[in-house]
């Protein structure tokens, strides 16, 4: 089936960054890179721009879209909740917010929620809830450790705490954290003292490129925050609500955190985030924390509307299957062009290229009609819909191949003619 209605552009249009419409951009402020197509239309794991090509979606938003593009679930949740109540305001109940709550504490085994915006506000929010901690039970240490590859989203202390997102980090930072080797139990143990409250960490590092804790580091991890009485935040922004297969990652491994912080896929893409307490570490009061659209009750619909979706019997079975199927043709794939090394949980996955022609590949990507994200300048990202078909992930694959062929041809000539 031939999706696309028009002539390809040629690949100097994919260098453009202004948009292919007629459409204003000087006012956008250029703070991050984008392509030149506008995208009008999304449906399941396919994206439309406004000259009707199609796409094929891998990224969803950078896993926002649990579900594809407007999932049925999610269109009628938020038509239903518009009607009824939009947002009476973080001061007041709405039911939503309750409902949402109080289902994300019972599926994780959690004992106090709270609705946010973004991961980074999420994130923003643990730290803050550490630090109370710490001020009542650790004589007031607030220091946290994090890994030094880690990423936990923009704000600044989210950014403290993180050392892998690029960019202008705007010094000066926010005292108080410190950052060590990933997958390293030693360092972490000589960087620990008596001001630490808290190791924050992702169990797996979605902007480094997906990179998983072992099983024998983030199980060291939890028994040393339980040795040490400090508390242990996992960071499940990117791996949480299913992405993985199961609807938090640290079920997998097996360990149990103290404060669990989820974004991107909560919402199915709306913004909505969700910070998670147990035991000893629910200790925020009356004042601490407070947003104008926490717990705003058109976003938590979304929310519920996703997080009932996924707990359904069968669904993260499915994803389970889906990720291996995903797996397998990215390994058969990655064998024939030599690249490698492949890493990934259910449908989160990273592979790491024989160069640094990420940027290259997602640009050749787009150009054959697939959407792809490269966290690193050597790795690709595949974060599909949870709800993704073997036929999606078949002509993925075939796309996938025609983009590293045009990659591939492009060096080629790129070295003859500097031979020449
Ligand atoms: C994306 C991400 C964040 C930041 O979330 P935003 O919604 O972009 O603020 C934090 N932590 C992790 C692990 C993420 O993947």
Partial sequence: MNLFRRPAPSLDDLILDAPHEDLPS??????VARPAQVFVRGQGSWLWDSEDRAYLDFSQGSAANSLGHSPQVLVKALADQTQALINPGNGLHNRPQLNLVDRLCHHTGSDQGYLLNSGAE???AAIKLARKWGQQHRGGAYHIISASTGCHGRSFAAMAASTGAGGNRFEPQLPGFSH?????????HAAVDAQTVAIMLEPIQGAAGVIPATEH??????RLC???GILLILDEVHTGIGRCGTLLVEQQYGVRADIITLGKGLGGGVPLAALLARGKACCFE???LDGTHHGNALMAAAGEAVLKTVVEEGFLEQVRESGLYLGEGLARLAYRYDHGQLRGHGLM?????SDDSADAVVKAALHEGLILNAPQPNCLRFTPALT???SNIDEMLLRLARAFSRVRTAQLQCRKGIAV
């Fill in 180 to 188: 060590v080797p990933f997958n390293d139990l030693p360092a972490l």
């Fill in 217 to 222: 580091y983030l199980k060291g991890v939890e």
């Fill in 122 to 124: 999420a994130c923003e």
């Fill in 286 to 288: 009356v004042g601490e």
């Fill in 26 to 31: 000087d006012a956008l402020m250029p703070t």
């Fill in 226 to 228: 339980r040795e040490l």
């Fill in 349 to 353: 996955w990273g592979l790491t290229l």
């Fill in 388 to 390: 993704v078909s073997k």
